[in-house]
């Protein structure tokens, strides 16, 4: 049976008996000494501290964790040896969230004391260099979008799509229609942030559900607009890796019904180059860095949501943006009469943006495209192959060709052998793999969601669509194997009734503690 | 140790195979067997029984003797404790009731049952939704979302109950075709209860997802949002259904789970009423509206068991007159396919098709399409 799968390679997790860092505090034992200050500077400028008002000072020292340098370095290392990141996996397995190489060159610019020594606060005349990128960056997006003015201040999808929602809320005030126009429209298969964000301003949520096509239609869109409408916030492709050939008509219906649209572009990665926003008929767009730019994804760390917007909103957006003056000099212009403001401290997340901007520049227009023809070609490769697999399908409908990603299902697999996509999840793990489902709710049954990118080889494809071939082969040769996975990894099942209880949930060592005691 | 009990209709399904759209009733059960129909409930229910044993559990099993399940259990290899019934009787539809009562007072904590549409009437009839019950479809019928998927699947959910693992409950809608008018190529179809019905929670990626919200929460929460754009002086008719009660409960009223309650200024004017009543109550009125939910696995909206709403009823009712509420999971299992009507009136049914804004939460709706 081995032979038969020799691409797949042997891994096991390394466990250690880690501590939390908390609970590695041992009062007295310092990370670093700080010098104290010379008599010499005191006598000059004080001893730094009583210049501090009082209304400011701690009364009490900070609860942190007193650890040697040493022993935090090995802690860190040990708990990176326990997880599976995207440099150590072919990490396919994450769909709609565009996971592909990070250069590490790029770490360079990033790291470089030019750039990480920069200070918020420091003059602009001294940090060109920095605001000249952020302008050219705007000027790419213009071509890749279509838009006529860029924003750096999201520092996520969601946040860009809160954006997206401020702006067209603004609008509507400026046209004396905010009262009115209280609903957003999406679709199901969008990426749920763009009904959530939305809703976090009050915004009621319309949601279209998916035809037998796969695709939402025209004619249930023009059934609920109306003067209520405030705008129309879509992904497309969908999540499912289809992409809506109406989109002209869906931006035309909500646009006569005197609504605005927004496009999530967080995960362009199947049309860059090919599609824009704009010819699309849409007034204002978002990318998200970390994804199809190829920014690392910080999971909840640093990412960016660069948004865009056409003539007409030119105005509206977040400040500032970086305008370029005639002698040929770049400047932070807050002067947008109708804008939304600040969205975020500073002038954006700007290490993801040098990574990005360091990856268009190394690719150039035409190799932006090629990105996204090669992600296509490898998705659609896969789609081939997986949909050989016995017990998986790609619904919704089926046959039906893919743009960057694929929404597939284990319906039949799960129905005749018991074993579904948690199962697959779990015992791919012992493969070194990972695989994710989809969003809540499973319109899918048994969902799974691939996405290649450009990033990977044949060579690796073949080694994921093995894991998956083999774990098929199990599930109906002896699926107690898969429903017992994972067998080469340091944690098996994880109960997740746990973070269902707000009675055992904590997110920081605080809680903890109130919670389950010392 | 948890206890599970194990009531096998054993007749169910006999009536399928022989074209008999079901095995209600003696003379039926008669002619499915002069066709030479063979019982295959108990069989069916077997792989349920060995989905159970594999995983080695400790549990107590009580079932009731002969051909309603001691066989099959006996066959599986488990012993099983049996409950006392007066075997002397011939097997009908009240042995199975009193099967099921006799289990909820020795207190079961899981009710297995093999059989349709029409055993599950009678578990619902014994033991309305009080302890957790689950069906096995082995019947002809299988309309009720009372039932798992497949014998296998049943016995997979049970094995999660007895490890206490990824369980959840919902209510499960039981819903019965009469079997004589079916018979004459009509159909007609009645809402008998719900069954509490525990299911297997999906996995879900907890960091992109959320917690999924409850059942009881989302229906409030639709409460809610209906409450909201409801005005007083319009004659609401509150059809069959638990999502559709958590309105009447919103306002604090008694209303009826499996019939039409009328309510107006937020009073309850009139519980369980028929056509009739409808009528008269509505003359006066100058504006009425329905308030519905999509009833059974298949999301018939009407002529499936809310047939007080009558086509000729329908048909002075115009689609913005319509609210449709409903759980998003309640959608989600339609696996894409649209809301079906079928009053028995095709200009009623092309007059209601179309697209529909389902409210699914507080200031949430999804758009879903109806078909005939």
């Given at each position: ?68 340098q040493m022993r935090v370095l090995k802690h860190f290392l ?135 096509d796969g695709l939402p239609s025209a004619e249930a869109l ?103 003056k005639e002698d040929g000099s770049f400047y932070l212009d ?185 | ?372």
């Amino acid at each position: 049976m081995e032979n038969k799968y020799n691409r797949l390679r042997n891994f096991h997790q390394a466990k250690w008996d880690e501590e939390v860092i908390f609970q590695l505090h041992n009062p007295g034992e310092k990370g670093i000494i700080v010098p104290e200050v010379e008599k010499e500077i005191q006598n000059e400028i004080g001893d730094g501290i009583s210049e501090i008002p009082a209304s400011m000072l701690r009364s009490e020292k900070p609860n942190l964790p007193e650890v040697g340098q040493m022993r935090v370095l090995k802690h860190f290392l040990r708990l990176s040896q326990q997880t599976l990141g995207a440099d150590f996996n072919v990490d396919i397995g994450q769909g709609t969230c565009t996971v592909k190489y990070n250069p590490k060159i790029n770490e360079s610019f990033v790291r470089n004391p030019n750039e990480s020594e920069l200070h918020p606060m420091q003059d602009q005349s001294t940090c060109q260099g920095t605001l000249q990128i952020l302008h050219e960056m705007g000027e790419f997006f213009k071509e890749i979008s279509g838009m006529d003015r860029f924003s750096f201040q999201p520092s996520s999808g969601s946040h860009a799509i809160l954006n997206m929602a401020s702006i067209i809320r603004k609008f509507h005030e400026v046209n004396g229609e905010d009262g009115q126009r209280d609903e957003i429209i999406t679709t199901i298969f969008s990426h749920p942030s763009d009904a959530a964000a939305a809703a976090v301003l009050g915004y009621k949520i319309i949601t279209i559900h998916q035809e037998e096509d796969g695709l939402p239609s025209a004619e249930a869109l023009r059934s609920v607009v109306s003067e209520r409408t405030a705008g129309l916030f879509i992904t497309n492709p969908e999540d499912t890796g289809i992409y809506n050939p109406n989109i002209i008509e869906f931006t035309k219906i909500v646009h006569d019904a005197g609504g605005l649209c927004g496009y999530d572009q967080a995960n362009a990665n199947g049309i860059l180059g090919i599609t824009r926003a704009k010819d699309a008929g849409f007034d204002m767009c978002f990318f998200n860095l970390h994804k199809t730019f190829s920014g690392p994804h910080g999971s909840g760390g640093p990412a960016a949501g660069v948004i865009g917007v056409t003539d007409r909103l030119k105005d509206f957006l977040a400040v500032p943006i970086v305008g370029k003056k005639e002698d040929g000099s770049f400047y932070l212009d807050y002067d947008l009469p109708n804008s939304i403001g600040k969205t975020r401290q500073f002038y954006g997340p700007i290490p993801v943006i040098v990574r990005a901007y360091a990856w268009i520049r190394s690719l150039g227009a035409e190799g932006l495209e090629e990105v996204a023809n090669i992600a296509v070609l490898n998705n659609n490769y896969l789609l081939h192959k997986i949909t050989k697999i016995r017990g998986a399908a790609s619904p919704f409908p089926a046959g039906k060709h893919r743009i960057e990603q694929v929404r597939y299902t284990w319906d039949k697999m799960f129905k005749e052998t018991g074993v579904g996509t948690y199962d697959v999840t779990l015992r791919l793990a012992d493969f070194g793999f990972h695989m994710w489902s989809s969003h809540h709710p499973f319109i899918v049954p048994e969902p799974f969601t691939i996405e290649p990118t450009e990033s990977y080889s044949k060579e690796e494809l073949d080694e994921y669509i093995e894991a998956l071939q083999r774990i098929s082969d199990e599930a109906y040769s002896n699926p107690e194997i898969v429903k017992t996975a994972p067998h080469n990894s340091v944690i098996h099942k994880i109960d997740h009734s746990v973070s269902d209880d707000p009675k055992k949930w904590a997110i920081s060592w605080r809680s903890y503690l109130k919670k389950h005691g010392n | 140790m948890k206890t599970i009990g194990l009531i096998i209709n054993p007749i169910a399904g006999m009536g399928g195979a022989v074209g008999l759209k079901g095995t209600d009733g003696v003379d039926t059960l008669k002619k499915a067997i002069q066709l030479g129909a063979v019982p295959t409930s108990g069989e069916k229910t077997k792989s349920t029984l060995r989905e159970i044993l594999d995983k080695s559990l400790e549990f107590r099993l009580l079932t009731c003797a002969g051909t309603m399940g001691e066989e099959a259990v006996r066959e599986v290899g488990i012993d099983p404790e049996l409950i006392e019934m007066d075997s002397s009787n011939k097997i009908s539809a009240q042995t199975s009731i009193d099967a099921a009562k006799q289990m909820m007072k020795k207190k079961v904590d899981l009710l297995l049952f093999a059989g349709g549409d029409g055993t599950a009437r009678n578990i619902v009839e014994a033991v309305g939704n009080e302890i957790p019950v689950l069906g096995i479809p082995t019947g002809v019928k299988i309309q009720s979302s009372a039932f798992s998927i497949n014998p296998r699947s049943a016995g997979r959910i049970c094995t999660a109950f007895i490890n206490n693992n990824k369980i959840e409950f919902r209510e499960g809608e039981v819903i019965d075709l009469d079997e004589d008018q079916y018979r004459k190529g009509n159909i007609s179809t009645r809402l008998f209860g719900y069954l509490k019905i525990p299911f297997l929670k999906e996995h879900v990626q907890r960091l992109k997802s959320g917690t999924p919200k409850t059942e009881k929460y989302t229906q409030e929460a639709i409460a809610n949002d209906l409450a909201e754009r409801m005005s007083d002086d319009t004659f609401y008719l509150v059809g069959p259904g638990s999502t559709t009660k958590a309105l009447v409960d919103h306002f604090g009223l008694q209303g009826s789970l499996l019939g039409v309650d009328v309510i107006t200024s937020k009073k309850v004017i009139a519980n369980d009423v028929n056509y009739c009543q409808i009528l008269k109550l509505i003359e006066s009125s100058n504006r009425v509206e329905l308030i519905i939910t999509p009833i059974g696995g298949q999301g018939f909206i009407f002529g499936r068991g809310n047939q007080q709403f009558t086509p000729e009823l329908l048909s002075n009712i115009n689609k913005d007159q319509i609210h449709i509420l409903s759980t998003i999971q309640k959608l989600t299992s339609l696996r894409g396919q649209p809301f079906l009507i079928d009053t028995g009136n095709e200009v009623v049914n092309t007059k209601l098709s179309g697209y529909y804004r389902v409210t699914t939460g507080y200031h949430q709706s999804t758009v879903y399409k109806a078909i005939c």
